[in-house]
């Protein structure tokens, strides 16, 4: 079981932040949470990170990358626009620190793949923020089905909706490829869906195939160059088939990540605005089930941080995952840690996705790895 003290044997782990906007402020709590000393913040300038320090409350200003690895910190959190997260993790590993990367890994299936390798040839702990996975409904669903609680797996039926990018108005240094990456909708929130499912599951989707839309083709008068929306059909290698529909323009929709599983014995659905529950289904009746660690499968305690009938949320999942994330540097191996192996795999469903909606054709997603 892993704790929020981080004391790596040598003295208590000092963060450094890259980037200043919300991600570091959520970045910023959870390592507060965790027990860890803000060691400083850089950005896009000096005057930028002295602006995010004071926001953040965090001593020291960093004029540049460079002056922030040559400090001493022990673990940098990215939280820079997409575009810029290969070359900063790279800068990262080479200064032997070890690294939190926000998603996407990289914008790149080659990148992604060359910071996987630097980092295991450097030995750092290297992660991904698929905070999902810390919520402890999430963990509850993943033990039920592991325990054969569902049966085998028939099909499933997920989705990520939100509708931050419903109106021609709205806009974002994402909708950019040069910033954001070729994906957006895909790589921003579908690449949440498809580790969780995965994840929850412990099946692998191996062939898919997708169209994409963009409604838009100008925000902010400049050209929109990524993807609003996707619609996927996978086949997993249980045999299982379903579909994924991923959109940022669903009017209504904030942050409505759902998980539907049917397995031949009964069904399970987790939805993340809602994640204090699960939904049960059977032939013969429906139930609820809310998060209690008195009845929790073995290993899914440890995730419940407030008590029973205290909501938890959002920034506790983050902060689970920090927490796992600064045990992994203490030389702890907490499970279902998202990796950046795992920051590869959503690389590479981004580049089937991509590939499937270009070409109009069913994607073998292993002949990725060819």
């Not at 099909?155 to 909708?175: E, I, K, S």
């Not at 790589?187 to 995965?198: K, M, P, R, T, Y």
Request: hydrophobic share 45%; glycine share 10%; with cysteine.
């Amino acid at each position: 079981m892993t704790t929020d003290v981080t004391d790596t044997g040598v003295g208590m782990i000092r963060s450094g932040f890259l980037g200043g906007g919300f991600m570091a402020q959520v970045h910023s709590r959870a390592a507060r949470a965790a027990g860890a000393a803000m060691a400083a913040v850089a950005s896009s300038s000096p005057q930028r990170a002295e602006r995010a320090a004071q926001q953040l409350g965090i001593g020291c200003a960093a004029g540049s990358v460079e002056e922030l690895l040559a400090g001493d910190s022990d673990i940098v959190h990215i939280c820079t626009p997409n575009a810029t997260h290969a070359s900063l993790a790279l800068q990262v590993i080479a200064a032997g620190k070890h690294v939190i990367c926000e998603k996407p890994l990289a914008t790149t299936l080659v990148d992604a793949r060359a910071l996987a390798d630097a980092a295991a040839e450097r030995g750092v702990v290297a992660a991904v923020p698929f905070v999902y996975r810390y919520h402890p409904m999430v963990r509850e669903a993943r033990a039920r089905i592991a325990a054969g609680e569902i049966g085998s797996l028939l099909t499933v039926d997920c989705g990520y909706l939100q509708d931050w990018m419903l109106l021609p108005t709205d806009d974002d240094w994402r909708a950019t490829s040069a910033s954001g990456g070729p994906s957006r909708a895909f790589a921003d929130i579908g690449s949440h869906l498809c580790d969780l499912l995965e994840f929850v599951t412990g099946d692998r989707i191996v062939r898919l195939t997708a169209r994409t839309r963009r409604v838009f083709d100008e925000r902010g008068g400049h050209p929109v160059a990524n993807e609003d929306a996707v619609a996927i059909l996978v086949e997993l290698a249980s045999g299982a088939i379903g579909t994924l529909l991923i959109s940022q323009m669903a009017a209504g929709r904030k942050n409505a990540l759902t998980l539907e599983l049917h397995g031949a014995d009964a069904s399970i659905r987790f939805d993340q605005e809602r994640p204090e529950e699960l939904w049960v289904g059977g032939r013969e009746e429906n139930r609820h089930l809310f998060r209690d660690p008195s009845t929790a499968h073995e290993g899914v305690a440890r995730f419940s941080r407030v008590p029973v009938g205290h909501a938890q949320g959002y920034q506790d999942a983050f902060n689970g995952f920090v927490a796992d994330t600064y045990a992994a540097v203490a030389g702890e191996q907490p499970d279902g840690l998202p990796t950046f192996a795992d920051g590869v795999r959503a690389a590479q469903l981004t580049e089937a996705v991509l590939l499937a909606a270009c070409e109009e054709r069913w994607i073998d997603v292993g002949a990725l790895d060819a």
